[in-house]
């Protein structure tokens, strides 16, 4: 048997060291120099809710047959994936409503690359999916690359990482308007799976519109992908967020990843928001990091930050980048007020969870911007990874789909996307060879 699998990133990986250790023929194709994708970017947390019901409440929009398979199976994988010489940091994700492990990237990268190596699998970077072959019933046999060539096989495996690197597509699916977010991720992942797939007849999942990313320091702040996580702006539960009409625009405090804000922020007026925090606020504490460190992080990359002693120089200042003065006075004075009476569910939108007014002196306000992690709706596919049919439901023989590719999983909400690359990658691999 010979199995093409389509992205190096570490679904494409998990799937291909499954698929050469089950005697596959196996080739890895990887677009960039250096495969690995967002994994090397990354916090390396990958990890699972605790139970059903909690992954439910998180991801409600999530089809829950997928997600028990990442409450399942994520901790004989990873298991798996240390037997195999793959580094875990740790056994602690430091979120009570979670449990899994912190890989070391670089270190599991380099040992899943010699572990496949080992094995007689090929791994061949800068060779891009450039197409799938498909025979008059519709069965997958192959794979087109960038170089031109035909690759013949039993099966294809797309882990090429979704479409977060396609502003086309970012702007039809998920702005839905004018104006691009940023990437927080590596730029390679254009859409090419998610497109091959659509062209031999693939259904596309729930949640289309939706995507995972942080707001960060608004532009003129710059920022290298080493420091994506540094200067990651997760603080909104501390904080007022405000849109440049000077108006509350989410519930700050909706959910513990923030998602739900850094989505609605993707739907302002030119993809911008302020956060604004007083002295208490600065204080707020998430994971290892006060929000106060989190602003610094923003002033060291150049974002915009005010700072003054009260909360109408607060206004005055936010009046000098665009937003009318007495109208977000008013939004803050009315959050103040609603809070501090314990009516912050009959704000609109309401803020739920914890919250403080804002009057301790000084007074921040700090310019984000949404960007893009990844996508979440994508290729819908079967609890075998199989990826559908447009046309009837079925499964399209020959092809499978891991990691992000995978749609339909956090709809609603947010889930970890290394869980995902390692369940669904393994998961597409087996199958692939009738497992
Ligand atoms: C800063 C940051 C922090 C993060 N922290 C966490 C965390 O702690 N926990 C967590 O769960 N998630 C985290 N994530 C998200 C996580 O890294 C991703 O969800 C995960 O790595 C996705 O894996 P993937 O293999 O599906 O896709 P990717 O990692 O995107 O890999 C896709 C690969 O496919 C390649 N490719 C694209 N097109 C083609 C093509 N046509 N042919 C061949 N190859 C192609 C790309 O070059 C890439 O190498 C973080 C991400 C970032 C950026």
């Known amino acids: 048997m010979r199995v093409i699998v389509a992205g190096g990133g570490l679904a494409g990986f998990t799937a291909a060291l499954r698929a050469v250790e089950l005697g596959a023929r196996t080739t890895l194709l990887e677009k960039g120099g250096l495969p690995g994708g967002s994994f090397l970017l990354s916090s390396g947390y990958a990890w699972s809710y605790r139970d059903l019901p909690t992954f439910r409440r998180e991801a409600p929009g999530g089809d829950p047959g997928l997600q028990n398979l990442i409450l399942e199976r994520l901790e004989p994988y990873i298991g798996w994936l240390e037997r195999q010489g793959c580094p875990v940091l740790s056994r602690e994700t430091g979120n009570p409503l979670t449990f899994g492990a912190r890989l070391d990237p670089e270190g599991t990268v380099g040992a899943l690359a010699r572990r496949i190596a080992d094995l007689g699998g090929e791994i061949l970077p800068n060779t891009a999916l450039d197409g799938l072959l498909n025979d008059t019933s519709g069965r997958v046999t192959g794979t087109r690359t960038n170089h031109g060539d035909e690759l013949a096989a039993d099966a294809a495996i797309l882990s090429s990482g979704g479409f977060a690197g396609n502003p086309e597509l970012v702007s039809r699916h998920i702005i839905g308007g004018p104006g691009r977010m940023r990437l927080r991720s590596h730029p390679r992942s254009t859409g090419d799976g998610f497109l091959a797939a659509q062209a031999v007849g693939a259904r596309t999942s729930a949640g289309m519109d939706e995507f995972y990313g942080r707001n960060l320091p608004a532009p003129p702040a710059e920022f290298s992908p080493a420091e994506f996580v540094e200067v990651s702006q997760l603080y909104g539960r501390h904080a007022v967020a405000i849109n440049t009409r000077g108006e509350r625009y989410a519930d700050e405090g909706a959910d513990w990843s923030e998602t739900a804000l850094t989505r609605t922020t993707a739907r302002q007026p030119g993809l911008r928001a302020w956060y604004v925090l007083d002295a208490a606020g600065l204080e ?36 000098k980048h665009g937003l009318p003065r007495d109208i977000t006075l008013r939004t803050l004075r009315e959050y103040n007020q609603a809070v501090a009476d314990g009516r912050g569910d009959e704000l609109s939108p309401p803020r739920t969870g914890p919250a403080a007014p804002a009057r301790v002196p000084p007074f921040v306000a700090v310019e984000v911007a949404p960007t893009i992690t990844h996508t979440v709706g994508g ?37 970890s996307g290394l869980a995902a690359a390692v369940v669904f990658g393994r998961i597409a691999a087996e199958s692939s060879l009738g497992h």
Do not use: N
């Open 284 to 319: 707020g504490r998430v994971r290892e990091r006060t929000a106060g460190e989190m602003v610094e992080a923003a002033k060291r990359a150049g974002g915009t930050v005010l700072e003054t002693p009260t909360l109408e120089e607060l206004a005055e200042a936010l009046a």
């Open 379 to 415: 290729l819908a596919v079967d609890e075998r990874c199989g990826v559908l049919r447009l046309e009837d439901g079925g499964p399209i023989p020959g092809l499978y789909a891991a990691g992000v590719e995978v749609g339909g999983v956090s709809t609603g909400g947010y889930t």
